[in-house]
């Protein structure tokens, strides 16, 4: 065919009438057409995220808050924290940007609280309400890349599989990463070992936190030259950090000691409540038990978890939707076991879970030993009934099994 009869197989252009004609098996397209096509990819792509984005159920922060009542007792204060925050960051990423415009940055989140007060429970129960992919992710199992561990892109991984491998769904989740506080720079003097998992890994979470393209390794693993990789955005992920941060009570102590200036400063008069010091905390709390202030910085809401007293503790066991005796009740009768449990056993349970410092994590494992001979027997017996008094749940919590949670503990 003469070069001067070639023409666009689409809109069927002349060459002369185009600045440039692209050739193909037995077909030709003009730059015009490039362009056009190029500009319906875009839209498409930009109406089917829009779409994704509708789809989030988006409530206010007292919604959220109130969502979060119904499953976890007390925190007051860290509710409404991550209500604001959460209710800010999916605001962000709903927000139609255009050059002029102000652009948001991202709210992530570092919950300070001793083991057992609620910080995954409350992850768990934001992802649940907004129906977005959680993953939780353990940070002592991270090391630097090259070494026996995990690389900090493994969490992407996790939230992945957590979205059944749906990108858009993914790169819209939930990453909490639980026990930050065992990643915190050992100490300021150098020394001759490599500390793999310890700061080498907080400045590999900086660029996930930020915000940035990564090839993520979609079955987790050590990465390899010719392994395939999925894309993944981490700039609309929420990260929750937690931790329990031991000994930096210590810390906030020394700070409320000396001359208060600046920066969460105590009023004259304030009493200081020496049994709930963490709820003092501030990012330079945080800076001097070892996390790296670039860190910190990409952690900007910062909240803490109150221990649990008596009466949260009780309140745990009987009243969230999913609370722990709930659940027993509901094994029970599932057998057509009717199950009833007097106050004061609540009662002994609640004593025992304060004397071992078990927190919430431990009231499980107490209902569990009390439990399990009827969990065990009732289901083959002609007994269809069980009462639990304070003397049914001393004679089966066991001296034996008290020991093995003490040393828990």
Do not use: W
């Not at 906030?252 to 020496?274: E, P």
């Amino acid at each position: 065919m003469d070069s001067m009869d070639l023409s666009c197989s689409f809109c069927g252009r002349k060459k002369e009438e185009t600045d440039l004609l692209i050739a193909g098996n037995k077909a030709h397209i003009c730059d015009k057409c490039v362009e056009q096509a190029h500009f319906i990819a875009t839209e498409d792509n930009e109406s089917k995220s829009n779409a994704n984005l509708e789809d989030l159920d988006l409530k206010k922060p007292k919604e959220i808050k109130a969502f979060l009542d119904e499953y976890v007792i007390g925190q007051d204060h860290s509710k409404k924290i991550l209500a604001v925050a959460v209710y800010n960051h999916y605001k962000r990423i709903t927000q139609k940007t255009s050059a002029e415009e102000i652009e948001i940055e991202k709210s992530n989140i570092l919950l300070v609280g001793r083991t057992g007060t609620g910080k995954t429970l409350l992850a768990k129960s934001i992802a649940k309400m907004l129906q977005v992919p959680l993953a939780i992710v353990d940070a002592t199992v991270l090391t630097e890349a090259g070494y026996v561990g995990e690389d900090v892109e493994s969490l992407l991984t996790r939230l992945l599989q957590a979205a059944d491998y749906d990108l858009e769904k993914a790169q819209k989740g939930i990453v909490f990463i639980d026990e930050i506080d065992k990643i915190a720079r050992k100490n300021d003097n150098p020394s001759i070992t490599r500390d793999v998992s310890g700061e080498g890994v907080q400045q590999g979470l900086l660029k996930l936190l930020e915000g940035t393209v990564v090839n993520v390794p979609p079955k987790g693993g050590r990465k390899h030259p010719d392994q395939k990789f999925i894309e993944v955005d981490t700039k609309n992920i929420l990260f929750i950090a937690g931790g329990a941060f031991d000994g930096i009570e210590k810390l906030i102590s020394q700070r409320l000691n000396m001359q208060a200036v600046g920066y969460g400063q105590l009023q004259k008069g304030d009493q200081i409540d020496r049994e709930n010091l963490v709820q003092y905390i501030t990012p330079k709390d945080v800076r001097d038990f070892g996390l790296i202030p670039e860190i910190i910085g990409r952690l900007p809401v910062l909240t803490h978890m109150n221990p649990l007293d008596r009466d949260a503790l009780k309140q745990i066991l009987t009243q969230p939707k999913n609370a722990i005796i709930k659940q027993y009740k509901k094994l029970f009768e599932m057998d057509n076991i009717s199950f009833e449990i007097e106050d004061e056993a609540l009662d002994y349970i609640v004593d025992k879970a304060i004397d071992y410092k078990l927190g919430a994590r431990g009231l499980r494992s107490l209902c569990e030993s009390i439990f399990i001979e009827a969990m065990y027997e009732m289901p083959s017996s002609e007994s269809k009934s069980l009462v639990v008094d304070k003397s049914y749940a001393e004679r089966h919590l066991s001296f034996e099994r008290l020991s093995q949670l003490k040393a828990v503990s």
